[in-house]
C-alpha cells in the first residue's frame, strides 16, 4: 500500500516555474514507477510524464517535453515535478501516481494522491 500526498501548486504568470512534490508513505516507494498527470476542468486526466524506481529513465508527453522534468529521491520517499516556462494551458489539478509499470494510461496506475491545483494566467 503507498498512500501519496501532492504539494506545491499555486498560482503562477506565464513563463514562471514551480516545482511540485509528492511525498510517499510506505516502505515499498522504491519499487514502484512514479507519474505525473492532470486534469484541467472538465477535460479527462491526462498523461503528464513519469520516471522508473530507479530514477534512470523519465518519460514525458509531448505537450511538456522540454519544460517539465520529473526526479525522485527515493531516500525521502519524494518524486518531483519541475515546470517551467509555464503556459496557460497547463492550468489543471497535478495529481502524481504510483505503478508497477509505465503507461500512459490513468487507469493502469494503481495509487493515486488528492491532487494540487495549477493555475497559469497570462
Known amino acids: 500500500q503507498v498512500q501519496l500526498v501532492e504539494s506545491g501548486g499555486g498560482l503562477v504568470l506565464a513563463g514562471g516555474s514551480l516545482r511540485l512534490s509528492c511525498a510517499a508513505s510506505?516502505?515499498?516507494?522504491?519499487?514502484?514507477?512514479m507519474g505525473w498527470f492532470r486534469q484541467a476542468p472538465e477535460k479527462e486526466r491526462v498523461f503528464v510524464g513519469a520516471?522508473?524506481?530507479?530514477?534512470?529513465?523519465?518519460t514525458y508527453a509531448d505537450s511538456v517535453k522540454g519544460r517539465f522534468t520529473i526526479s525522485r529521491d527515493n531516500a525521502k520517499n519524494t518524486v518531483y515535478l519541475q515546470m517551467n516556462s509555464l503556459k496557460p494551458e497547463d492550468t489543471a489539478v497535478y495529481y502524481c501516481?504510483?505503478?508497477?509499470?509505465?503507461?500512459?494510461?490513468?487507469?493502469?496506475?494503481?495509487?493515486w494522491g488528492q491532487g494540487t491545483q495549477v493555475t497559469v494566467s497570462s
Open positions: 501516481a504510483a505503478a508497477t509499470v509505465i503507461t500512459p494510461i490513468p487507469k493502469f496506475w494503481a495509487y
Open positions: 520516471i522508473d524506481w530507479s530514477g534512470g529513465y523519465t
Open positions: 510506505g516502505r515499498t516507494f522504491s519499487s514502484y514507477a
